[in-house]
């Protein structure tokens, strides 16, 4: 979210994909296919034009063949919803989930002054939806798709698990059918009270967002307020230095899911700055995929 950090590690993830070394098998994993599909068919809700910047899409990561176990992860880059850190945020997150057998999209959502909230999280719910639609054709099962996000992908990925239906029976397009509800949910430094309207009437969203932004009209996206017992087992890893998102919103997300009896787990690390997607270099932050991968073990997305 901070700008410097992210315009240096923004990569394209929807670029062409380059094949991995072979003596790399983990990377090998997930890249043996991918594919680029738009969540709309048409004109995306919202947009104003047919511009890449205004077509959200997800790009698919199999896992190799023979490897899948049925699991799906929709993974959301941040990016302080003015950019995408598609790199330490998306494809290697993504990397990461195919070469443990689940099939993973790395959602490409909408941001910027011509996709102000709601509309990213239209996205949101819409790829989870799409997902679940065309599970037989991905070759996974419905009730196996999670959601993980980082940073303004974090907030995106709560407001999603927060504000989820069922789905809309009647609805002419099959994918509105399908529940928007991840099965499980996880959360890498997410900015959770990017929205919230201090004392000066200033939201760090609206800083981010620049001119002509009212923090007034973005308030009531908190993902805190919103949790209910209905909000999938979740979660959560934070640094306690991080200066661009404090630990003091995420441990309020934190109360509040158990409040409210959600199975949730907590990772707070001493040191670690913002925006390390799987914990690049720093020896402590490494070990919290590690930590990840025993709560998915547990919770049933990988095999024991």
Sequence with gaps: MMRRSIRSALALVFAPVTPASAQDPVRD??????????????????????TPE?????TIFRPQKGRANGAAVVVAPGGGYIELAGNIEGRQVADWFASRGVTAFVLRYRYGPTARLPIPLLDGARAIRSVRANAKRYGIDPARVGMIGFSAGGHLSAMTAAAADRGYATAADS???????????VLGYPWLEATVVDAQGHS????????????RQY?????????????PPTFIYHTNSDIVVRADGILRFYDALRA???????????????GTGLGGSDPALARWPELMEHWLRAIGVLGR
């Excluded at 599909?37 to 047919?50: C, E, I, K, Q, Y």
């Excluded at 908190?222 to 949790?227: D, L």
């Excluded at 409210?260 to 001493?270: I, K, M, Q, S, Y």
């Design 260 to 274: 409210n009896g959600v199975a949730t787990e907590l990772h707070v690390f001493a040191k670690g700055e913002h």
């Design 219 to 231: 308030e009531r996206f908190v993902p805190t307020k919103a949790v209910t017992a209905a909000m």
């Design 204 to 215: 760090p969203y609206c800083t981010f967002a620049g001119k002509a932004c009212d923090p």
């Design 175 to 185: 994918v509105d059918r399908q529940s928007s509800r991840p099965d499980f949910l």
């Design 54 to 58: 205004q077509t959200p899409t997800m």
């Design 29 to 50: 994993a997930a890249f043996i296919e991918t594919e680029v599909v738009r969540l709309w068919p048409g004109r995306a809700p919202g947009a104003t034009a047919d």
